[in-house]
Structure formats: structure tokens, C-alpha cells
């Protein structure tokens, strides 16, 4: 089993910026492609962003946070941070990490990941 415990959430103004972390213990494995998803209220769970394993040579974005966020991971640390600069209102959500993507083609789906942690919550205020 992996445990995910993800933090660095919180209130920011619009333009502001946030760094979350997505720290993984356990059985963690340097080759898991480790994902950040998004759901605002009354909505269902978004991709944002996605890291390959190892080196975390690829990486892939939501068309809405390109240029804005970037995805990264130090596996010396087992952490995956997703850096989130200009933010805007409608980035509002809580932010969910999974990991151990079974299939690459399918990473942009949570059914995908077999591991999550329980969400951290940012507010984006105007």
C-alpha cells in the first residue's frame, strides 16, 4: 500500500501563487506516474496534471492551468509538488494527488490511479 498526504492549500488572492505537495510513503515506487485532479463543488473530479515516473521526463497538462502550474517530483523526498502561479477564482477546488497510473493512455481518468490522498483545499478569492 501507498499512503498520499497532500498540503500546502489555502486562501490566496487572485494573481497569488501556491505550491502544493503530495508526500508518499509506504511502498512507494520511483516509477509511479503520480497525477494532481481538481473538483470544485457540484462537479466532478478534473485532471490538471501529470508526471511520468523516474526521472519524470513527461509531463501533461489541462489546457486551463498551462503556463501557469508545473508539475515536478524529487524522488529522494517520494513528493510530487504542483506549483500554481496566477491564480484565478475558477481555480478554486479541492486538489486530490493519485499515483500508480495503470494505464498511461487512460492518465487523464481517475479510474486510472490506484492511490489518493484526501484532498487539500485552495480558495482563489477576487
Known amino acids: 500500500q501507498v499512503q498520499l498526504v497532500e498540503s500546502g492549500g489555502g486562501l490566496v488572492q487572485v494573481g497569488g501563487s501556491l505550491r502544493l505537495s503530495c508526500a508518499a510513503s509506504?511502498?512507494?515506487?520511483?516509477?509511479?506516474?503520480v497525477a494532481w485532479f481538481r473538483q470544485a463543488p457540484g462537479k466532478g473530479r478534473e485532471f490538471v496534471a501529470v508526471?511520468?515516473?523516474?526521472?519524470?521526463?513527461?509531463?501533461g497538462y489541462v489546457d486551463s492551468v498551462k503556463g501557469r502550474f508545473t508539475i515536478s517530483r524529487d524522488n529522494s523526498k517520494n513528493t510530487v509538488y504542483l506549483q500554481m502561479n496566477s491564480l484565478k477564482p475558477e481555480d478554486t477546488a479541492v486538489y486530490y494527488c493519485a499515483a500508480d497510473c495503470t494505464n498511461w493512455g487512460r492518465r487523464l481518468l481517475p479510474a486510472s490511479y490506484n492511490y489518493w490522498g484526501q484532498g487539500t483545499q485552495v480558495t482563489v478569492s477576487s
Open positions: 508526471i511520468s515516473g523516474i526521472g519524470g521526463s513527461s509531463t
Open positions: 509506504g511502498r512507494t515506487n520511483s516509477r509511479y506516474a
